[in-house]
Nanobody, 126 residues
């Protein structure tokens, strides 16, 4: 069974940092790109970052470039999202997700993913 489990969310003041983790199981981790997405209250889910398994490329939404860093540990089947200089507008539930087929290019489009974790809430106070 494919599983993705996020952790590391919490309440932080503006300017602070958090590191999210996405622990995966049930599939060959090395074969898949993994993405981070978020959904703020009343807003559509949006792509945040993706780490390609094909060539190690990383992709970021413009709103988080320079502040967030994605990484992956293939030995632990885990993807991380280091979030620095957090802003109140970063408040959202953060999800990690996997595309349906191995070897797929990274995507920040939620509709391109088919397996999702339950999410972890990040709240940034002003």
């Amino acid at each position: 069974e494919v599983q993705l489990v996020e952790s590391g969310g919490g309440l932080v003041q503006a300017g602070g940092s958090l590191r999210l983790s996405c622990a995966t199981s049930g599939f060959t981790f090395d074969d898949y790109a993994i993405g981070w997405f978020r959904q703020a209250p009343g807003k559509a889910r949006e792509g945040v970052s993706c780490f390609s398994n094909r060539d190690g490329s990383t992709y970021y939404a413009e709103s988080v470039k320079g502040r967030f860093t994605i990484s992956r540990d293939n030995a632990k089947n885990t993807v991380y999202l280091q979030m620095n200089t957090l802003k109140p507008e970063d408040t959202a539930v953060y999800y990690c997700a996997r595309p349906p087929r191995p070897g797929t290019y990274c995507s920040l489009v939620p509709g391109d993913m088919d397996y999702w974790g339950e999410g972890t809430l990040v709240t940034v106070s002003s």
